[in-house]
């Protein structure tokens, strides 16, 4: 038997270490111990590696106005960047890397993604670029982004860097009750936005991709400051207990509008929104507490509101609700908000309504591209539109059904 049979036979992968695996090994091998503050001098060592210098971490603000650099020994530490208008802004409204040729050589921005969630940017200058450093760079700003993440849960670092004003405590309660801001899959994508940041308090949503069923809620409590940001919570916290009973959506109602009573009295309500949609088939279900109707959006146009009968808001012992339904087509947007969004006014003078908003949703879905722009441009556009403050909360929450099938991309090629 020749050699060259003799080896194919052994049927040997070769498992030796390569250049990438030792760069991107030296961050997995000691990810579970790292303390927060040496993740940023480990990340600028392992760009130095591959000729890499002027290393920032660039992370988003909490208005999502801003590009903000986390501060760290061996960090390039500049000015914030504004996510409307500049490089690193536009990797991470997209997800996609920006190259920006310079005298010294290639300025990079990476977008940093956890899961699909934009987490903010890496940037980096490197004296040329060619295929194989865009692959390794990609999959480091991934091993950053899951660092970032990771770490968040047990330091304060990251949040006081994206924290650019004072947060009031019933803010400081509702962001730590959210989900990520933005989710995409190939069958669905989401974003949402709270306003004003530093001083939500009574507006909250949250989601979860469990199988083909997104779930989806979005809630807005009576009051302001911390009473309203209690409500939200318990609000919250029932409906998601609920949701993991694996009950319908009238239950889910049920037990939320218990919770609210209970815990608060007759006097208190919390206007709500609770949907499921098939990812796979695009099959709508919703049921409505009081909450304003979403839009539905096709071919970058609002066709027509999602009308339905409601019930009491939960916490006044409402009848069962009836549930909604709307077969959606590939490509639709449902456009969830609260009532601060259409009520402001003032003092004398009409509300803001939803003829404006539906004037400025069909503008701006011809200007932007993809769910997480379309929500942040149009949150801050509806705000100066409406003088540039906010006597309520407003909050938007987008999602896009694309439909198809994920499974392809648990097949190793």
């Known amino acids: 038997m020749a050699a060259g049979e003799r080896q194919e036979d052994t049927g040997a992968v070769d498992r030796s270490e390569g250049f990438g695996e030792r760069l991107l090994g030296v961050l997995l091998d000691r990810a579970h111990e790292m303390p927060p503050q040496l993740i940023a001098p480990l ?15 660039l992370l988003q603000d909490y208005a999502q106005l801003l590009l903000v650099p986390l501060p760290g020994r061996r960090l390039a530490v500049g000015r914030p960047e504004l996510i409307s208008d500049s490089h690193a802004g536009s990797a991470f409204l997209y997800g996609a890397p920006v190259e920006v040729p310079q005298d010294d050589g290639v300025r990079m921005y990476l977008p940093l993604l956890d ?40 330091t304060d670092q990251f949040f006081l860097a994206r924290r650019r004003e004072p947060m009031s405590l019933a803010a400081e309660i509702q962001w730590s009750l959210l989900p990520p ?31 083909d069923i997104l779930h989806v809620a979005m809630v807005d409590a009576m009051g302001h400051g911390l009473d309203a940001a209690t409500m939200a919570t318990v609000a919250i916290g029932a409906y998601r207990h609920a949701r993991r009973a694996a009950v319908g959506l009238s239950e889910i109602y049920a037990f939320m509008d218990r919770a609210i009573a209970e815990q608060f009295g007759p006097d208190h309500f919390v206007t709500a929104q609770m949907m499921r949609l098939n990812v796979t088939t695009g099959h709508l279900q919703w049921v409505n507490a009081g909450h304003p109707a979403p839009l539905l959006i096709r071919d970058g146009q609002v066709v027509r509101q999602l009308e339905s009968p409601t019930t009491l808001p939960v916490g006044f012992g409402g009848e069962e609700p009836q549930i909604s339904e709307q077969m959606l087509q590939r490509g639709d947007r449902v456009l969830c908000f609260t ?75």
């Open 43 to 57: 990340i600028a060592e392992e760009v130095a590696r591959v000729g890499g210098r002027h290393v920032s971490i």
């Open 115 to 154: 899961g699909s969630d934009q987490v903010g940017v890496l940037a980096l200058t490197l004296d040329t670029v060619d295929d194989d450093d865009r692959r390794l760079l990609r999959r480091l700003a991934g091993l950053v982004a899951d660092l970032l993440v990771t770490k968040h849960s047990y």
């Open 339 to 413: 009532d601060g969004l259409i009520e402001e006014h003032e003092a004398g003078e009409e509300q803001f309504g939803e003829e404006q908003l539906i004037h400025w949703v069909n503008r701006i879905e011809h200007t932007e591209k993809g769910v997480r722009a379309v929500v942040r441009s149009l949150s801050h556009t509806l705000k100066q539109e409406r003088g540039g403050s906010t006597s309520d909360d407003a909050t938007l929450f987008l999602i896009e059904w694309r439909g198809g099938a994920a499974d392809y991309l648990a097949v190793l090629e």
């Open 181 to 211: 801001l933005a989710m995409s899959v190939p069958q669905v994508a989401v974003a949402g936005i709270l306003e004003p940041a530093y001083d939500v308090a009574g507006d909250s949503f949250d989601y979860a991709l469990n199988e």
